[in-house]
């Protein structure tokens, strides 16, 4: 169980600090978003590239930084249905949500993603827009922000796991 652990650990340091970097790309995001509008404004000019990259770094925000919100249990729950279950049943519960759901999503995703990446990259696809970006780009931040996911919800099985295990020892002794 040490080395799982010590995997667990290594997954959240690696999600810990891309989250934290994506943190930076919400600034960027803010400041190309501002940049925009003011020389649309201002100058009547505007490209689709400026758009697109709003939009990539806009998705880049959540599909990167996904995992981190995981890592630090910030994601949505129903708190008036949790807090009244024991953190034992709540570890059952997450774990049963994510070998049930997450998983599954995370594996369609990451098998369809990477499909759906590589004839982008084989082909140079270009936004249809004039002026638009490469589209692999964004396709990617697909396949890594699920893939991050999917190892971060690795990373919280081996916690539940682990939780589950001290409390049945506990338990018996």
Known sequence: MKALLALSAGIDRLNTWIGRCVGWL????????????VVRKA????????????????????????AFTLK????VR???LSSRFSNKTRALIDIIGYVLFILPL?????????????????IHEYSADAGGLLRWPAKALIVIGFALLGLQV????????????????????
Do not use: M
């Open 26 to 37: 919400v600034l960027l995001v803010t400041l190309v978003s501002a940049y925009n509008a």
């Open 43 to 66: 100058f009547n000019i505007s490209t689709n590239g400026l758009l697109e990259i709003q939009w990539y770094l806009f998705g880049a925000v959540f599909l990167l930084g996904a």
């Open 72 to 75: 630090d249990n910030a994601h």
């Open 78 to 80: 129903i708190d008036i």
């Open 106 to 122: 995370v594996c369609f995703v990451l098998y369809h993603g990477s499909l759906f990446l590589y004839n982008s990259y084989s």
């Open 154 to 173: 690795l990373s919280e099985l081996i916690k539940k796991a682990d939780y589950l295990k001290h409390l049945r020892a506990e338990q018996s002794s």
